[in-house]
Structures are given as structure tokens and as C-alpha cells.
């Protein structure tokens, strides 16, 4: 029973605010790069922000960079996604996935396990 599962997601109207969680089950996620991604209606899935294992390392998409902010907490086997200024195009579905990655990338067949996903409206 391998699972991540994602919270915290939303309507929330332009310029707010949301904090995503991932949370691990049946495993932990200290070896593990994690990365967060989203897909909207009509759209492909995108890489949104990725952390190394040790939370030493991130990246962001150019879309959310300055406004959105990932973190880990290993010890609560949880990995976060704050979510600041949020704009209409940041409306999609966010999936949290997790993968043995040497390095975090924002690659998604890279990684193992995926999240259901957690969705965020934000109107326009």
C-alpha cells in the first residue's frame, strides 16, 4: 500500500493563497525527490516545482516562480506547496509524485508514485 495523498486544495479568488500537502502512506519519503504537477482542462500535465531529498535542492516552472514555494517536512513524512498570487491559469488539477531520483527534475515519467490529485480553482 504505496499511496500519496494531496490536500488543501480549492476555489480561491485572484491574488490568494493556498498551501498544498502530500502526504506519504507505506512508505517514507526521505530517499525520494518530489515533484509537484498540474494539468488543466484541454491541457498537457506540467511541471510546477520539484525538491531534492533533502529539501536542499528546488526548482520552479517559470509560471510560478516568485509566487509559489515547495518544502518538506521528513520527519512528518509530508511534502508542502504554497501558493501565493494566485492567478486564473493557475486553475488545475495538482498531483504530488515522488521518484529515486538522483537529482530532482520536473520530468514526470521520472517518477513512481503520484498522488490523486487535489484540484484549484481560482476564477477569473
Known amino acids: 500500500q504505496l499511496q500519496l495523498v494531496e490536500s488543501g486544495g480549492g476555489l480561491v479568488q485572484p491574488g490568494g493563497s493556498l498551501k498544498l500537502s502530500c502526504a506519504a502512506s507505506?512508505?517514507?519519503?526521505?530517499?525520494?525527490?518530489i515533484g509537484w504537477f498540474r494539468q488543466a482542462p484541454g491541457k498537457e500535465r506540467e511541471g510546477v516545482s520539484c525538491i531534492s531529498p533533502s529539501g536542499g535542492s528546488t526548482k520552479y516552472a517559470d509560471s510560478v516562480k516568485g509566487r509559489f514555494t515547495i518544502s518538506r517536512d521528513n520527519a512528518k513524512n509530508t511534502v508542502y506547496l504554497q501558493m501565493n498570487s494566485l492567478k486564473p491559469e493557475d486553475t488545475a488539477v495538482y498531483y504530488c509524485?515522488?521518484?529515486?531520483?538522483?537529482?530532482?527534475?520536473?520530468?514526470?515519467?521520472?517518477?513512481?508514485?503520484w498522488g490523486q490529485g487535489t484540484q484549484v480553482t481560482v476564477p477569473s
Open positions: 509524485a515522488a521518484g529515486r531520483l538522483p537529482i530532482p527534475t520536473l520530468i514526470s515519467p521520472l517518477y513512481d508514485y
Open positions: 507505506g512508505f517514507t519519503l526521505d530517499y525520494y525527490a
